[in-house]
């Protein structure tokens, strides 16, 4: 069934202007994405409904599709069309919260897939906590799913004689953070995070059921506890179409 527009949405492009037409176009459709006049999962307008619509080439429509799907905005399927991507996860980046803090936060309902929990020694690692390499660390790795999908691969190294058989046990709501508080009251401080973006490798593609190469955003944390002794050093490795980041900023007097 065709699209009906709504001609006097005020959605123009600007032929005189020295911004191309695709980068218009792209903005006009992920201003409906991000708008809500698309619902998650639903089907956005074919290449031939936004030609006539705008106007212009077919090259200028599909130009503007391929970046707004690269970009996770849209979803292809072959020979049915395109799609509105599931909507992403969003972080602050405000506050010293756990996975399963910030989905509930969010009003989200994630369950994890533990695939290791053990006790063992990483040269690498403790040299990130500033330790010495012969302290026991436990090494928690999880999948992190999101209404069942996987949405990040997620492995956290703590220091053991601050958790002495975390390993062993199950964890207070699924939550690292609130077992590390409620068990061994130990008193989460502050924390130094990076993020960069980089192609899935193998064990990120089988993980997060995506192809290798696709965009993942890695998230490299070191946690401290408020007396400044460092407690945990966690890497997570995001779905690039499911994740983002949004960052309050102000310009001081």
């Given at each position: 069934m065709s699209i009906q527009f709504d001609r006097d949405d005020g959605a123009r492009l600007e032929r005189q202007?020295?911004?191309?037409?695709?980068?218009q176009l792209k903005g006009i459709l992920r201003s409906w994405i991000t708008?809500?006049?698309y619902e998650s999962g639903q089907k956005f307008p074919t290449e031939s409904e936004l030609e006539q619509r705008f106007g212009i080439s077919r090259m200028t429509v599909r130009r503007a599709l391929t970046e707004l799907t690269s970009e996770g905005f849209l979803v292809r399927q072959r020979g049915l069309g395109s799609f509105v991507a599931k909507t992403r996860v969003q972080d602050r980046l405000q506050r010293l919260t756990s996975f399963t803090e910030d989905m509930r936060e969010q009003g989200l309902e994630s369950s994890s897939e533990i695939l290791e929990f053990q006790v063992l020694h990483d040269n690498d690692v403790a040299n990130r906590l500033g330790i010495s390499v012969d302290?026991?660390?436990?090494?928690?790795?999880?999948?992190?799913r999101l209404d069942g999908e996987p949405l990040a691969l997620q492995t956290s190294f703590l220091r053991h004689s601050f958790c002495p058989g975390i390993a062993d046990a199950e964890l207070v709501n699924d939550s690292l953070y609130r077992t590390l508080e409620?068990?061994?009251?130990?008193?989460?401080?502050?924390?130094?995070?990076?993020a960069e973006a980089k192609p899935a490798d193998e064990y990120e593609s089988s993980n997060l059921m995506i192809r290798i190469g696709y965009p993942v955003l890695v998230l490299e944390r070191l946690a401290y506890l408020q007396n400044g002794e460092p407690i945990e050093y966690v890497r997570s490795a995001y779905r690039g179409d499911r994740y983002r980041f949004r960052v309050e900023l102000s310009r001081g007097s």
């Amino acid at each position: 069934m065709s699209i009906q527009f709504d001609r006097d949405d005020g959605a123009r492009l600007e032929r005189q202007s020295p911004v191309p037409l695709y980068h218009q176009l792209k903005g006009i459709l992920r201003s409906w994405i991000t708008g809500g006049m698309y619902e998650s999962g639903q089907k956005f307008p074919t290449e031939s409904e936004l030609e006539q619509r705008f106007g212009i080439s077919r090259m200028t429509v599909r130009r503007a599709l391929t970046e707004l799907t690269s970009e996770g905005f849209l979803v292809r399927q072959r020979g049915l069309g395109s799609f509105v991507a599931k909507t992403r996860v969003q972080d602050r980046l405000q506050r010293l919260t756990s996975f399963t803090e910030d989905m509930r936060e969010q009003g989200l309902e994630s369950s994890s897939e533990i695939l290791e929990f053990q006790v063992l020694h990483d040269n690498d690692v403790a040299n990130r906590l500033g330790i010495s390499v012969d302290e026991e660390l436990v090494q928690l790795s999880r999948i992190r799913r999101l209404d069942g999908e996987p949405l990040a691969l997620q492995t956290s190294f703590l220091r053991h004689s601050f958790c002495p058989g975390i390993a062993d046990a199950e964890l207070v709501n699924d939550s690292l953070y609130r077992t590390l508080e409620e068990r061994y009251n130990l008193l989460l401080g502050d924390a130094i995070q990076t993020a960069e973006a980089k192609p899935a490798d193998e064990y990120e593609s089988s993980n997060l059921m995506i192809r290798i190469g696709y965009p993942v955003l890695v998230l490299e944390r070191l946690a401290y506890l408020q007396n400044g002794e460092p407690i945990e050093y966690v890497r997570s490795a995001y779905r690039g179409d499911r994740y983002r980041f949004r960052v309050e900023l102000s310009r001081g007097s």
